[in-house]
């Protein structure tokens, strides 16, 4: 039994826990809203690891993907993007709650993590994992090693300048590719197509409220796959940021593949197809520099519970 341990995800909507063993398989699964003030949360993630235990006694650490800024020491979320926090004492709190070892992550590099040991980049020795949800997270894995930086917060992929004097972005600086190639950004930019032209946006309108303002990213993914041409267009367009933003990694870190997840990755080819045709248009280096694979995440919403549990268990 003692190959089991308990993963937990905590995102901005909601946080997932489960117990996972040693081959990568979630045995029980919980998943819990995010509540917004910071005692509810730690009262959420207490509940969510108590009731993924019940009936599996021999779970032996706990490892917690947070989004944020995790310290070097795993055990401290300097500050997080979505969720009230300064130096919260993470690991402190749910091991005096639990009783058993805890290791902290940033949810991203857990996330990267499970793909590199038990998802789509398993057959691969260096990866970049990129993460399209509400913002643009990345984690790099190389030779059995999570790229952490020499402060936790390496990796932070959305944040590197795509465009001088470009958008405004919550981190301080303009012009970073999550303020494009996110799924905030891809809801926004189709918004405002549908405002611009909703003759040509009728499907995407007709799943939402009937405004611009309506549109949800699912209602995206849906009004695509029924033939919307603003919604069609929307997963070009970020497919062409995001290939963009793999050639720029790519030219830095040469990984032999690329994995795509988060939310909008859920819609597959859609968003794959033109994020890999853009990024073969844009290597650095061309006819010289091989390309890498670029893939769909291959553990879909669980890669930040297996991915957590399974750092858990290499502390
Ligand atoms: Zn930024």
């Known amino acids: 039994m003692s190959d089991l341990t308990i993963g937990v995800d905590i995102g901005g909507t909601k946080i997932l826990a489960g117990v996972v063993d040693g081959g990568g398989t979630v045995l029980s699964r919980v998943r819990i809203p995010t509540p917004k003030d910071e005692a509810g949360i730690a009262r959420a993630i207490t509940d969510a690891v108590d009731r ?49 070892p805890v290791v902290i992550e940033n949810d991203a590099n857990a996330a990267a993590w499970g793909e590199y040991v038990h998802g789509a980049a398993a057959d691969h020795t260096v990866m970049v994992m990129v993460t399209v949800g ?4 990345g984690g790099i894995v190389a030779h059995d090693r999570l790229w952490r930086g020499r402060f936790g917060i390496g990796g932070e992929i959305g944040h590197y300048r795509a465009v001088p004097k470009g958008l405004p972005c919550h ?15 891809h809801t926004r930019r189709t918004r405002a197509a ?3 032209t909703p003759h040509r946006a009728r499907i995407l309108l007709s799943l939402g409220d009937g405004t611009p303002e ?25 497919g062409q940021w995001l290939g963009q933003a793999l ?8 990984p032999g593949v690329f994995v795509l997840g988060g ?34 995440a291959g553990l879909g919403p669980d890669a930040g519970l297996v991915g957590a549990a399974d750092l858990a268990r290499r502390p």
């Open 52 to 100: 993924a235990r019940e009936g599996w006694d021999g779970a032996a650490a706990i490892g917690v993907g947070a989004a944020g800024y995790v310290d070097e020491s795993r055990s401290v979320v300097r500050s997080s993007p979505n969720l009230d926090w300064h130096d919260e004492p993470l690991k402190e709190m749910v091991e005096r709650h639990s009783g058993l």
């Open 134 to 137: 509400t913002g643009l997270g």
């Open 171 to 185: 981190c301080g600086r303009t012009g970073c590719m999550e303020q494009y190639a996110s799924g905030t950004a």
């Open 194 to 196: 549908a405002a611009e």
């Open 214 to 238: 309506g549109v949800q990213g699912p209602h995206i993914q849906e009004a695509a796959l029924r033939g919307d041409p603003v919604a069609a267009e929307a997963f070009i367009r970020t």
């Open 247 to 254: 050639a720029d990694l790519a030219a830095v870190l040469d």
């Open 263 to 296: 939310g909008v990755s859920g819609a597959g080819d859609l968003l794959l197809k033109p994020t890999e045709a853009a990024y073969r248009l844009a290597p650095s280096g061309a006819g010289e520099r091989p390309f890498a694979e670029v893939v769909l």
